[in-house]
């Protein structure tokens, strides 16, 4: 039976928590940051978890393979 490959570029992008959820990146830190306010900036670090919504698709996309 064929086994499901992980989605290459969900992988890069997402990894689920110890509960489930998916965390990713905000988006707009990689460069050109100097335009954005400071408190932006400051909120813009971390991870943020991915709304219930689209939940289910990147679980199925990463097959069992997380970061």
Known sequence: ???QKTHKGTRKRFRLSARGKALHRHAGT???AARRSK???RQLRGTKVVDSTVLHQITRALAGNSL
């Open 39 to 41: 408190k932006r900036r």
């Open 30 to 32: 990689s460069h050109l």
């Open 1 to 3: 039976m064929p086994k």
